[in-house]
Structures are given as structure tokens and as C-alpha cells.
């Protein structure tokens, strides 16, 4: 029987990759890509000679059966998205089931990953968290922010350059304005950037500054619920 390998690849920076990532996918008889332009890029940087096949949201429910069956009959097969690590809001959760179910070992190499870099560099708590993603972009949208009023722990979303102003005016909206948050855009990348603040100043920063590239926030828990449990009002 095969291994399924989920192999994180850089959000940005090339030398991201590790040594152990690129040796895994010059071994397997099979790559999936989420986008095979992207991917036979970054194969080609690491001279990776190696059959890659279209593995993406719109298609992983009539591939992952036939991937299933190939690792069932011994061939070893890597999984990678665009950047990061697959199945951390890419494709990968519904294969890496399958596998599971039908008995395949699945091993996931440790890597890149655009939230780890944000929270920790963002000055806010990072021993407990909540990894949010995407927001829905318009059902369900307010009645998400709604169920998260009262979060306590640390809150990660990604977001588009496109929304963040909006986005960001909606955590004022719900949360107050004087919530901590940082904002860090195109991590690893040459333009790295991390604006931190509360909300209102740090959507006048993007009012004033338009924002590019790959975005993750990091907001501030509710930490006025904490200070009212420990009798601090």
C-alpha cells in the first residue's frame, strides 16, 4: 500500500521548502497540484521531473476515489496546493478522508503556513487561538461575525486586498473599534508588511495606504468577558 504525503510548499519565499519536501516529491509516482501552472513552476526552481495532475476544489470529489484507488495498489502519491500547507483553506480535507477511511497511511510534513508567521509576530496571545479562514463573502457573513462576539481566544482570517477595509470596518462595527489587530500582508515575501493597532487606526491606515498582496488579520480575543470573570470591570 501507498502513502499519501500533504507537502507544504512556501507562501513566498523559495527557501522555504525544505530539504525533506523536495526529496518527497521527486520520489512519489504522483503529484497533485491545485493548479499545475503554479506548481510546475515551483517544481522546475527544484529540478523536479514529475508527473503532475490537477487536484483542486472544483474536481477533488471525482478524483479523490481514483487517487484512493492508485495508493491502494502501492503507488505513493504527494498532495500540494498553491502555497502553504494543503488543506488550511486550499483542497486536501476531502482526500485526506478518504484515505484515512480506506486504511492509506497519510504523513504530513511540517512547513509553510501563513497564519504561524502573523500570530506570532502580531504581538497578540498566541497560546490559544481560533483559525477562522475566509469569511463567507455574503450569506451567513454577519451571522458569523455575530457567533463571535463573545471569542476569547486570539481570531485568524484571511482576506483579499480587495475586502480588508470592509472586513475590517465590519470587526469595528461588531467588536469596537479599540480592538487590537495586526494586519500582516505577503509573508516571507520581499514587501512583508505588519501593521498593528486597534481597528480604527489601523483602517485608517489602509484608507490612506491601499492594500496589496496576501493578507492575514489576527484580531484581539475578548478580553473584557476575561477581566469580568476575574472581577476586574
Known sequence: MGILYIVPTPVGNMEDMTFRAVRILKEVDLVLAEDTRTSGILLKHFEIKNHLMSHHKFNEHGTSAAVVQRLLAGENVALISDAGTPGISDPGFFLVREA????????????????????????????????????PQKKGRQSRLESLREEQRTMIFYESPYRLVKTLQQFADTYGADRQVSVCREISKVHEESVRGTLAEVIAHFKEKEPKGEIVIILEGNGKIVKSLNGNK
Open 100 to 135: 484515512v477511511r480506506a486504511g492509506v497511511e497519510v504523513q504530513c510534513l511540517p512547513g509553510a503556513t501563513a497564519f504561524v508567521p502573523a500570530l506570532v509576530s502580531s504581538g497578540l496571545p498566541c497560546d490559544r487561538f481560533a483559525f477562522e479562514g475566509f469569511l
